[in-house]
């Protein structure tokens, strides 16, 4: 059964370090993997959406990786800033047959970037 | 830009009401989902539908029914609403294919 865990479920840091969060998953069955934003009592910002075959994805001063076979993808934030202050979800979509509709879902990395 | 709407944002109801949660989408997508998260738990699929009149039960379908006349609408229903659906729902939809998916704002519902 696919599992995802992000780690740390918590993080804080001063404004302008670069920092990375985790997300790893138990199963390399998968399509892709997907990073989310969630601001406090808001909806889910899609903000990188990695396939199976690709091995990064950039955005700004976001990238993101994917290393299937070990069960890892770390989202880098470059040079951060309080309005990346939020809680950044992974998700998963398996390919197994009967269960890739569903993503599958760690429980976040709340960020707080700090003046 | 990729818009999914939910039609509240808050919502306070009373035990035993019936509630009706709406998303519509307006990207001609097939995959619709509603999810409920909660501290600690994370985001919990509730039921799915992949095209018109077609649904699937997720995680935790117990005390929900859902509705999919149209492509572009995907209601939640809560029959009889309890204090332990007390949550934030999301809605979320997907095109076809291994491709991304997009949220809702969110709606905060409250039972008392």
């Known amino acids: 059964k696919q599992e995802v865990t992000q780690i740390p479920a918590a993080l804080s840091v001063p404004e302008g370090e670069n920092l990375v969060l985790n997300c790893s998953f138990t199963?390399?069955?998968?399509?892709?993997l997907q990073w989310f934003r969630q601001d406090p009592g808001k909806g889910l910002t899609s903000l990188l959406l990695i396939q199976s075959s690709q091995r990064e994805q950039t955005s700004g001063r976001l990238n993101a990786s994917l290393d299937k076979s070990s069960g890892r993808s770390t989202l880098y934030i470059a040079a951060s800033q309080p309005g990346d202050s939020a809680t950044y979800l992974c998700?998963?979509?398996?390919?197994?047959?009967?269960?890739?509709?569903?993503?599958?879902w760690g429980l976040g990395t709340s960020l707080a970037v700090n003046p | 830009d990729v818009k999914v709407t939910q039609s509240s944002r808050y919502l306070v109801k009373r035990t035993g009401e019936k509630v009706f949660l709406e998303c519509v989408q307006d990207m001609d997508h097939e995959n619709m989902f509603w999810y409920r998260q909660d501290p600690g738990l994370g985001l919990r699929l509730i039921y799915f539908?992949?095209?018109?009149?077609?649904?699937e039960k997720g995680d935790i379908p117990e005390g929900y029914s859902v509705s999919r006349e149209k492509k572009e609408r995907f209601s939640l229903i809560l029959e009889s609403a309890s204090t332990n659906q007390t949550s934030m729902y999301l809605c979320?939809?997907?095109?076809?294919?291994?491709?991304?998916?997009?949220f809702g704002q969110g709606t905060r519902l409250t039972v008392v």
């Open positions: 979320a939809s997907r095109p076809q294919g291994i491709a991304e998916a997009f």
């Open positions: 199963d390399s069955a998968i399509y892709n």
């Open positions: 539908s992949y095209d018109v009149k077609m649904k």
């Open positions: 998700a998963v979509r398996p390919s197994n047959a009967g269960n890739n509709r569903k993503l599958i």
